[in-house]
């Protein structure tokens, strides 16, 4: 009995330094516009431009990535006020809607009332964030944020007073950031960061786990990983640089032919990307080589009955190969198949969500590395 009672005690121990946050896969803003109709001629109106949030002056990044999917609940304030938010290791800053906003995409979503909140101050400053579509604009405010059953008392957020039109179409309310203070808009101390520092992490890192198929289990670990979701060795990359989550690619390869990102590149794991994108020309012959055709919107469609007979794809990191199958890298929808490869105008990759299905992402703080696992 004593025995059962240590070992019980021990598997106690065990969980409480986890704090997993489940993720739900919900409707993407692509499949919300396709519903009602608008979606062509939203596309025309705002061309994709995933390195918009990767590339600005001060500000909080954005993205106008239609097809995230991936969100969680976090609440911020005393009573707790709750929000989804897409938790997106490609920016540093936390915000959410707020009852000071008007805009189309403020309505339709949950709003944060500072007044119903005893723990609430305001911060210095406004904060505006320039992103594909628009922007958004709003003030700085502190309060506690509870996220995966740790609170971090005093964390410095975001709240809006305007939001660009392609939020209303987003399931999230809102962004948590988790790269580094170094790009953090204002120079805010991210939720993760202060995590650390206050001690409330069992270990200073984090881990991601996208499901591929279904709409459960997906899920996001703060100060620990959990081994059920990967299989194999975990491979461990030093980061290239500590502003996002940065490290070196080595080639692009099919068949043994490299195809992109000849001579090496620098690639980003980004959550908050739904693609893998990379410089145009890179792209388009990835795409050529897998038999996709691409059309005006920089959509590339490959036929729904070829995916069996398409070939993986290897991407070489810092000397380690990891291969996506084309199940992981064509997405299946009632409008046709399309390749998760997005043209970025750039010469930074981001191995976004088509890349983090297939590999467990585990994101260490302390030792500025990633570790990537097979996915199970």
């Known amino acids: 009995m004593m025995k059962l009672l240590v070992v019980l ?17 919900g409707k993407t803003a692509r499949q919300d516009l396709q519903e009602k109709g608008l ?10 431009n995933p390195m918009a949030k990767f590339f600005q ?14 969100y969680g609940v976090i609440s911020i304030g005393t009573p707790p006020q709750s929000f989804s938010v897409i938790f997106d290791t490609g ?64 964390q410095v957020f975001g709240i809006s007073r305007t939001e660009a039109p392609f939020m209303a179409h ?4 809102g962004i948590l950031g988790l790269a580094f203070q170094s790009i953090a808009s204002d120079n805010v101390v991210p939720v993760m960061d202060n995590m650390i520092k206050e001690g409330l992490v069992s270990q200073p890192l984090f881990s991601v786990y996208l499901s591929g198929n279904s709409d459960q289990g997906s899920e996001v670990v703060f ?56 410089p145009s020309s890179d792209i388009n012959n990835m795409n050529s080589w897998v038999g ?26 810092d000397g380690h190969d990891f291969v996506v199958p084309a199940s992981a890298y064509v997405s299946v929808s009632s409008y046709g198949c399309n390749t998760g490869f997005g043209s970025g105008g750039s010469d930074l990759w981001i191995l976004g969500d088509v890349f983090i299905r297939e590999f467990y992402a585990i994101f260490d703080h302390q030792n500025q590395q990633i570790g990537l696992a097979k996915s199970v």
């Not at 969980?15 to 739900?24: A, D, N, T, V």
């Not at 996709?292 to 990191?317: D, H, K, R, W």
Request: proline share 3%; charged share 10%; with cysteine.
């Open 91 to 154: 920016s540093s800053n936390l915000w959410v809607p707020s009852v000071y906003c008007s805009s189309q995409a403020c309505n339709n979503h949950r709003k944060f009332n500072p007044q119903q909140s005893s723990t609430f101050k305001w911060g210095s400053q406004s904060l505006s964030i320039q992103y594909g579509t628009g922007s958004m604009t709003g003030y700085l405010a502190i309060d506690n944020v509870e996220v995966g059953g740790i609170t971090v008392s005093e």
């Open 223 to 278: 100060g620990g990983i959990d081994s059920s979701h990967y299989t194999g060795p975990i491979t461990w990359i030093s980061l290239s640089s500590a502003t996002y989550w940065q490290i070196k690619m080595d080639s692009v390869t099919i068949n043994g032919q490299v195809v992109a990102c000849a001579g090496g590149c620098q690639a980003i794991i980004d959550t908050g990307t739904s693609q893998i994108v990379g």
């Open 292 to 317: 996709a055709s691409t059309n005006q919107y920089g959509e590339s469609t490959v036929n729904c009955q070829n995916i069996q007979s398409m070939p993986e794809i290897t991407f070489t990191l």
């Open 39 to 48: 979606w062509e001629e939203y596309r025309k109106q705002y061309p994709y």
């Open 170 to 173: 987003m399931a999230a309310d």
């Open 57 to 70: 002056g001060g500000s909080e990044a954005m993205t106008n990535d239609a097809d995230l999917s991936y």
């Open 9 to 25: 005690s021990a598997l106690v121990a065990f969980s409480e330094c986890f704090h997993k946050i489940p993720l739900i896969k």
